[in-house]
């Protein structure tokens, strides 16, 4: 008999098996040695209280052997029949590759960027020297964005897809099982280039390709349908289905598209600062303690407020982690934020941004809220000096409108320069932080605080463009065969999210295929 089941554990026992299975055994009234094995289904920490504890759902076998429901994807070799070309080697791209296997369908990923073995040199450049290489950075190479943002699995895209496929195929491909029962679960940034490599892997040994440094510069389109692309300006590659799963930089596709007159829509998004605090101050607040158990892991916050009608939020939030510098551009600053496996950084860092709608932006033009964008990532440039040194001002001073003597210390390894972020931000940008912050601070004890400093710009939260497509084919309106996918396309925010749409588009890929 299975018996499905919710109990709390104390920090220290979360790994005793006895504490869990005597717990079980209380929950349901039986003697523990009834009990033969139990699963855990999902785990959360619960701090509303003094007291932490963690909440499980557990299925307890009782009277009967423990079985497994670990799944294992198999991908069976493909032929040169059926071509799918996807753009992009992120979550959306490598997952779409995988579902194209496991549909019969051959993928052949194009990214401009490099693998990730070789990015490595160029984030060392960026990170040490300020140096942007503008093919190959935090947001361009194989994995995409999300190989360097911490690998975050947490996600409400319950309706799009199945969440639990896309973890089963990280584990699978060498995460650890905890992602699935966790209810913030995440990677870590040192873990991710190795499962990169793996789904890399897997799609070349079932017969599919993986093509780097292979930037798209043309769409070949006749009579309303896509027939192939064309890669750093002269390579042809052909197929009738090309999935577009470019990410929320690659701002050239937008260009791309606009130039060929396809369709593309001005979106909204957010824009702010990335706000690090000492880890502990964080720690403290959220576990009511001085000093954090060696059992807890270090805590996240998430925070929203409406200023005068406008959404004020966390987003992105990496406990021990630390700022990043995402430019993909020359002369611009873009910041984020990740965290390695062990979160084991001194500092806590989180974007902080404000909604920006179209009617902040004027005109018609659908690309005006990305120059609106790259606008602010450069007035952030020229604050900072100059190799990606970010503008930057303690939280209180900024509230009360001050210059920073000096800046705390921080984990932006570029440097930072202290600044009056209001030559940088938008006006309503500015005042809808300032008057959020004191806010939050009233939600969470010791965060209004000038231990803490803002870091500019967070401006990469979501893509600036739309780009349409059939909520029934996923193709666009006006190209049959072109798939927008994920991020880029403005139909994701993550990547779980990402993935479950690159899955989405291979299946609707498929269903053409069928008729």
């Keep these: 008999m299975q018996k499905d089941i919710e109990i709390t554990i104390v920090p220290h026992n979360v790994d005793n098996q006895t504490a869990i299975t005597e717990s079980l055994a209380k929950a349901l009234n039986i003697s523990a040695n009834k009990i033969t094995s139990f699963k855990i289904l999902k785990r959360s920490i619960d701090a509303r209280s003094r007291k932490v504890v963690y909440r499980m759902q557990v299925r307890a076998f009782i009277d009967e052997a423990y079985t497994s429901e670990q799944q294992t994807f198999r991908y069976p070799k493909v032929s040169d029949d059926k071509k799918v070309i996807i753009v992009g080697a992120g979550p959306a791209g490598l997952f779409a590759a995988l579902q194209c ?6 993928p052949i990923v194009v990214e401009r960027g490099k693998d990730v073995k070789q990015r490595r040199r160029d984030l060392a450049a960026i990170n040490k020297q300020g140096v942007v290489n503008t093919e190959s950075n935090y947001c361009y190479g194989e994995g995409g964005a999300g190989t360097y943002s911490d690998g975050k699995l947490y996600t409400r895209s319950n309706k799009r897809g199945d969440i639990n496929k896309v973890l089963q195929i990280f584990v699978q491909h060498g995460a650890d099982e905890d992602i699935t029962i966790d209810a913030r679960p995440h990677i870590g940034t040192n873990k991710l280039p190795h499962i990169i490599t793996a789904i890399r892997e897997t799609i070349l040994q079932a017969g599919g390709e993986v093509l780097f440094d292979s930037k798209l510069t043309d769409l070949i389109i006749k009579d309303g349908s896509v027939q192939g692309i064309i890669v750093n300006n002269d390579q042809k590659i052909f197929a009738k289905s090309v999935v577009l799963a470019t990410g929320h930089s690659a701002r050239d596709i937008y260009e791309l598209l606009h130039r060929k007159n396809i369709l593309i829509e001005a979106k909204p998004f957010a824009l702010g600062v990335r706000i690090e605090h000492p880890q502990d101050i964080i720690d403290q607040a959220q576990y009511h303690c001085d000093i954090r158990s060696e059992y807890l892991p270090p805590a996240y916050y998430s925070l929203v407020e409406q200023v005068k009608s406008r959404g004020v939020f966390s987003f992105c939030m990496c406990p021990g982690g630390i700022i990043a510098p995402c430019a993909t551009g020359l002369d611009e600053i873009v910041v984020n934020g990740w965290s390695p496996s062990k979160r084991n950084n001194p500092y806590a860092n989180s974007g902080t941004v404000v909604q920006v709608t179209l009617d902040d932006v004027q005109g018609y033009d659908p690309l005006r809220m990305l120059r609106f964008q790259a606008e602010i990532e450069q007035k952030a440039f020229e604050a900072g000096g100059g190799n990606l040194v970010a503008p930057a001002q303690r939280m209180v001073d900024f509230v009360e409108n001050r210059l920073s003597l000096d800046l705390p210390k921080n984990s932006y390894l570029p440097g930072t320069k202290s600044a009056m972020l209001d030559n940088v931000l938008p006006e309503f940008v500015s005042e809808s932080l300032r008057g959020a912050l004191p806010v939050f601070g009233r939600k969470m004890r010791g965060y209004y605080t000038n231990e803490a400093i803002l870091v500019g710009v967070e401006s990469r939260t979501s893509s600036p463009v739309r780009i349409p497509r ?5 193709q666009h309106p006006q190209i ?15 990547i779980v999210s990402a993935a479950i749409d690159g899955i989405n588009c291979a299946n609707a890929i498929l269903n053409q295929h069928k008729h």
């Design 470 to 474: 059939d909520k029934e084919t996923y």
């Design 480 to 494: 049959k065969g072109l798939y927008p996918c994920a991020e880029g396309a403005g139909y994701a925010g993550g």
């Design 101 to 106: 296997l496991e549909n019969g369908l051959k």
